[in-house]
């Protein structure tokens, strides 16, 4: 079976002083650079928003980071602007290796956030990687990067429903832990049958 590791997010906004800051979450860098030996396919995600995207608290009247409202598609945390298109927040971490197969960009759309690398929020839009993945025969996959609880785990909620063999390395992953989302997060991969390393 063919593998890959699939990066997610590993950028200066979700780093040490950047403005939506993962605690430790520069400690993934040299995990998942190390990580990148023993694969032959890897692949990199990039939160990439457009200014005022609705995922952002600034967006809406009276809200703040964090707050939660319904959306379309339903709940959606609200975050501090992040990740902007074209700014340093939502370059790679310098320290990265960013050899890669395909650097995907998520949440460009203004309406949804993305925290999957295969859906949009709504679970419906598809950004296009099963399609990648499946024609390159890939079916194994290992996921590390930021969140844990958000982007990560999305990510490998959904490649698990899609009949991915997928393992999440967490010791080359970080959490918010946003009101628990963390242990959550840990426990709703191991039911979908996620491998935790």
């Known amino acids: 079976m063919s593998q890959a590791l699939i990066v997610i997010d590993v950028q200066n906004d979700f780093c040490s002083g950047g403005a ?7 400690e993934v860098v040299a995990p998942i650079n190390d990580l ?6 890897v692949i990199l995600t990039q939160d990439w928003h457009p200014a005022g ?24 945390v609200l975050w501090p602007d992040h990740c902007v298109q074209g700014s340093a927040g939502a370059e790679f971490h310098p320290d990265l290796i960013t050899r890669g197969d395909l650097i995907l960009r998520k949440g460009f759309r203004s309406v949804v956030d993305s ?19 499946r024609n390159r025969g890939i079916t194994r996959l290992t996921l590390a990067g930021l969140a844990t ?6 990510s490998a909620l959904d490649a698990a429903r899609l009949g991915f ?9 970080r959490g918010i832990d946003l009101d628990g989302s963390l242990d959550r997060a840990l426990a709703d991969m191991t039911a979908a049958g996620v491998g935790l390393k």
């Open 20 to 26: 939506l800051a993962v605690p430790d979450g520069d």
């Open 36 to 41: 990148m030996r023993d694969f032959a396919t």
């Open 53 to 76: 995207h609705s995922s952002f608290a600034s967006t809406h009247v009276s809200k703040h980071p964090f707050d939660t409202i319904e959306m379309s598609y339903g709940s959606q």
């Open 115 to 133: 925290y999957s690398a295969f859906f949009e929020n709504d679970k419906k839009t598809a950004t296009g990687l099963e399609g990648y993945l």
């Open 149 to 154: 609880d958000f982007c990560v785990a999305f």
């Open 165 to 173: 063999d997928v393992t999440v390395e967490l010791q080359a992953c």
